[in-house]
């Protein structure tokens, strides 16, 4: 995909954590999801449907580059995919969802899963849902990465902000390479 | 040059095609009989020819006021461009405007200089005429400035330079906010009250928040944090039925901790640094600040990541990245005030180059866009 003006950007994390309406926060083109009503209940209904194929949006730049961005799908079952999806990919938007039973084992589960992709590239985290959850901090967050060696921008984000997920792909790009 | 001083004579032009370089080169030793002459650089002038119809203008434009915020500007353009305390000369560029344009530009800056009082008087008309883009471009440089100040970037090895930079938090407000984030970190449940303010202030760490009763706004909080401290304040613990009765009594507006101290820290700083911070020794980052919670200085991101991929001086980071020093103090006092970063004691400069990406003009690309909507 990396040819021809094609370049692409990876979002993952579980279901229901913001990664199709995070891609809309940035896409220039209507988000293309394929989504299926979800076989497992989510209680508080703030996701009625789960991501169970990829989602697809795009951002144009003015010399015609295009950055398509792709949301995996969320569970496991599917993370045949993953590899596919993150060849030749600029970096990883790893999103998770506070409000689940255990996020910070999320994070490691997702950091794990993409690291030979991680290590190609940089990958940043936002944690959703902290409004509706409190805990964990992202101090919990950030001595779990200690512990596992990393320091990564992490930020807590409203999926549905444009600035904020913004600012979370601005810190992917200068962890990129500062000198921009 | 860059001195409030009345005589505008050495004159810099950005964004201006050749031919009207030209041009203006032979008014000056014409018309203007040698009264202004053109220079290199905005650095070397007394004042800017912009022209707002150039390509990038607007970028440009934000770079140049980010750069040279109180440097006399006159505005070319094809349409009528009002920005504050600039003069616009409608194009195209007769010989009659631009001398009338200079001569209106000294004169405001007559004015400037001859004013005691500091406050503008603005005329509501001609503010309900400007563009909404140059109200916003203003209103973000006016928050720039007072999170981040005006100061120029400083030699070194010039002591007295060197001074300027230095400010003491603990003569500030700062300094016992800091101290009761600090202790508000530490406690599990309760909070910490700075007894000895008009109206009571309590710290909750573990919630991250920060009340403040009702007679408090950002304004006044403001106000207080420019002031050095006249009495002593005193932090006091509170348990969580202390707080309750506290709450029963006045009525509190609650606003994120973390967000809060980062302002205050800002708004003391105004582009310095505490004094003690060696500026040759390494920042260590310990964490990257939660940056949608937070202001975002201009380069935060940038200078966050520097710092995480590896440490370096205050002064070496400014050097690397080509950006003003008060952006790197800045977000250095800040981080500091959170705790997020230290300097290392032991090691200098590394003067380590660093990779450039396989794809950076790309990257730029989606950066512009980015900053762009």
């Given at each position: ?40 209940l ?48 600029l ?77 979370l ?12 | ?19 009207t ?76 405007r ?26 509501p ?127 509190f ?23 003690g911070t ?19 200085t ?8 520097l ?5 370096c ?61």
């Amino acid at each position: 995909m990396a040819n021809n003006n094609n370049y692409k950007l990876i979002f993952t994390g579980p279901s229901g954590a913001g990664k199709s309406t995070a891609i809309a926060s940035l896409s220039d083109i209507p988000v293309v999801t394929t989504e299926e009503k979800s076989t497992n209940l989510i209680p508080d209904g703030y996701k009625k449907t789960i991501t169970v194929a990829l989602d697809y949006g795009m951002i144009r730049l003015k010399n015609d580059d295009k950055i398509h961005l792709y949301g995996t799908p969320g569970q496991e079952r599917f993370n045949f995919m993953w590899d596919i999806l993150t060849e030749g990919g600029l970096g990883l938007i790893l999103l998770l969802d506070n409000a689940r039973t255990d996020p910070i084992g999320d994070m490691q589960f997702f950091l794990k899963a993409f690291s030979g992709f991680i290590q190609k590239t940089k990958v940043v985290i936002g944690v959703t849902r902290t409004d509706m959850v409190a805990q964990p901090k992202l101090k919990e967050y950030h001595c779990k990465l200690k512990e596992m060696g990393l320091m990564l921008p992490i930020f807590t984000v409203d999926a549905r902000s444009q600035r904020e997920v913004s600012l979370l792909l601005q810190a992917l790009l200068y962890s990129l390479d500062p000198e921009l | 040059m860059n001195q409030p001083d009345t005589q505008l004579s050495h004159i810099a032009t950005i964004g201006v095609d050749k031919q009207t370089i030209k041009v203006l080169e032979l008014v000056f030793q014409g018309p203007a009989k040698g009264a202004y002459s053109l220079v290199a650089t905005p650095q070397l002038a007394d004042a800017v020819i912009f022209d707002l119809d150039c390509f990038d203008a607007e970028n440009q434009w934000k770079a140049y006021r980010e750069k040279h915020p109180q440097l006399p500007t006159l505005i070319l353009s094809l349409h009528l461009k009002e920005i504050l305390g600039t003069v616009f000369v409608q194009k195209p560029l007769q010989i009659e405007r631009i001398l009338k344009g200079l001569t209106k530009l000294q004169t405001l800056q007559q004015v400037e200089v001859v004013k005691s009082a500091p406050a503008k008087i603005e005329n509501p008309h001609a503010r309900d005429i400007k563009l909404a883009q140059e109200l916003a471009i203003e209103e973000k440089e006016k928050a720039i400035h007072e999170y981040c100040g005006y100061l120029e970037d400083i030699d070194p090895k010039n002591h007295d330079q060197v001074e300027k930079i230095y400010y003491e938090p603990n003569k500030y407000l700062q300094g016992f906010f800091e101290k009761a984030y600090q202790m508000s970190q530490e406690q599990t449940n309760g909070g910490i009250w700075i007894e000895g303010l008009s109206d009571p202030i309590i710290f909750q760490g573990e919630e991250n928040v920060l009340e403040c009763a009702v007679g408090w706004n950002e304004q006044k909080l403001r106000t207080m944090t420019l002031m050095p401290l006249t009495k002593k304040l005193q932090l006091t613990p509170l348990d969580a039925g202390e707080i309750k009765r506290l709450e029963a009594k006045y009525t509190f507006t609650k606003l994120p901790l973390d967000n809060s101290l980062w302002k205050i820290a800002l708004w003391t700083a105004r582009g310095r640094i505490p004094r003690g911070t060696n500026l040759h020794h390494r920042v260590i980052l310990s964490e990257w600040p939660n940056f949608t919670g937070l202001i975002v200085t201009p380069h935060a991101l940038q200078i966050t990541a520097l710092w995480a991929m590896r440490p370096c001086s205050l002064l070496e980071t400014a050097q690397h990245l080509h950006i003003q020093q008060r952006y790197v103090f800045s977000l250095f006092s800040a981080t500091a005030a959170l705790r997020l970063t230290t300097i290392d004691r032991n090691n200098h400069d590394s003067n380590t180059e660093f990779s450039k990406h396989a794809k950076r003009t790309l990257l730029q690309r989606i950066l512009a866009r980015l900053h762009n909507e």
